[in-house]
């Protein structure tokens, strides 16, 4: 089986969030049932500095073949000689709205390919912000018939609706993002009682509602606080509007703002901390709360993703964006969570991920779909 991936964003790249972790995931997973090729920019996002370590033409690894391209070159002619070298059983899209989505879909209905389509979130209600662009766009999209032959991925029944609501006559597969998998663990022993650092991973984007978070710990009037940030600054004046009330915090309270950090380094950087604190407005699956879960990090969320299960364990609370209060008791109960306490939450972390995450079945999931679409 052959799967062409079109994506503007993968790695050695650092700043194009979930989907490049998605994409790496899977090809890992099924390098022994699958021949991945991968086109993508020679660039990560907002940097137009050129990969080290890349060559021209195909970069051959284990798990996937990747074409890197500079911005001139990432066009239809490209995905089109592709396209004809390759023959593809199919082509897997990881957005409705990046650069290469229309080019591939002409493409796509010139040679009767089809296209397996993931809008990791985009058509979910809370990810849909300056609708007066993408819904034209959308329609724009059917009106030249050029959906027909996709097939979109759904990772959550969220999702789902958002599909059907602007694409009713699409087939819809619904297939769970593939995790990241560590045996790295989070050490409970040194966990002190008044004491707790938190951590945002994250684009720092409105969607992301940093802002919320930080809004929530100025409110902390016990205990020492640290929480750090990381993350690429992609809205500027949002992240002015953080710094404001960052550089009011009382002195008992300490923020970072930690850089970019490598995909590789999360693992051990999550396991440092007592919780990851991540109020979004809304995931369609959310890898960095899969991969805190994985090494034992409780988790404060919204509930606006697949996890709000978490809240029937002690491995984390889900809570409506609306009741601040709640999420201020959420981060008290950490700070004031003993080495004995954070035992529990840790090890209920790690086997909710574990009931949630069962390998096997998602592979054999992904199998089936991938050879429906042959």
């Keep these: 089986m052959k799967v062409l991936i079109i994506t503007e964003g993968y790695f050695p790249g650092n700043n194009y969030g979930g989907p490049p972790v998605s994409i790496n995931n899977l090809c890992r997973l099924l390098k022994d049932k699958a021949d991945f090729y991968i086109i993508t920019k020679d660039h990560d996002f907002k940097d137009k500095k050129r990969y080290d370590n890349i060559t021209d033409g195909w970069n051959k690894s284990s798990e996937a073949s990747v074409l890197y391209c500079d911005d001139s070159k990432y066009n239809y002619n490209t995905f089109v000689d592709s396209i004809v070298k390759i023959a593809p059983d199919f082509i897997y899209l990881q957005s409705i709205f990046q650069s290469c989505v229309l080019p591939v879909l002409f493409a796509a209905k010139k040679y009767n390919i089809k296209v397996l389509l993931a809008p990791r979130g985009e058509l979910c209600s809370g990810a849909l912000k300056k609708k007066y662009k993408k819904i034209p766009y959308i329609y724009f999209i059917k009106y030249l018939h050029l959906s027909r032959n996709v097939i979109f991925q759904s990772t959550s029944d969220e999702e789902t609706d958002g599909i059907k609501k602007y694409f009713s006559n699409n087939r819809i597969v619904f297939l769970n993002n593939v995790p990241t998998l560590t045996k790295i663990r989070k050490d409970y022993s040194i966990k002190k009682t008044g004491e707790a650092k938190f951590v945002f991973v994250s684009r720092i984007v409105w969607k992301k509602n940093l802002l919320f978070a930080l809004q929530v710990i100025n409110r902390v009037n016990d205990g020492s606080l640290q929480f750090d940030i990381y993350g690429s600054i992609e809205e500027p004046q949002y992240w002015e509007e953080c710094l404001k009330i960052i550089n009011n915090f009382s002195n008992k309270i300490k923020i ?26 809304s995931e369609n699956y959310g890898h960095i709360i899969a991969e805190s879960l994985s ?49 529990y939450r840790v090890e209920d972390s790690i086997a909710f991920f574990r009931k949630f995450t069962n390998i096997d079945l998602l592979r054999d999931d992904y199998l089936k779909s991938f050879s429906s679409l042959k």
Aim: hydrophobic letters at 35%; proline letters at 7%; aromatic letters at 10%.
């Design 256 to 281: 970072n703002y930690c850089g970019v950090c490598k995909h590789d380094d999360i693992p051990i950087i999550l396991s440092s901390y007592d919780a990851l604190f991540f109020p979004t407005f």
């Design 295 to 343: 090494v034992g990090l409780p988790i404060i969320i919204s509930d606006q993703t697949p996890w709000s299960n978490i809240n029937s364990t002690k491995g984390g609370w889900a809570i409506p964006l609306k009741d601040e209060d709640m999420y201020l008791k959420a981060v008290e109960s950490i700070i004031g969570c003993s080495s004995t306490e954070m035992k």
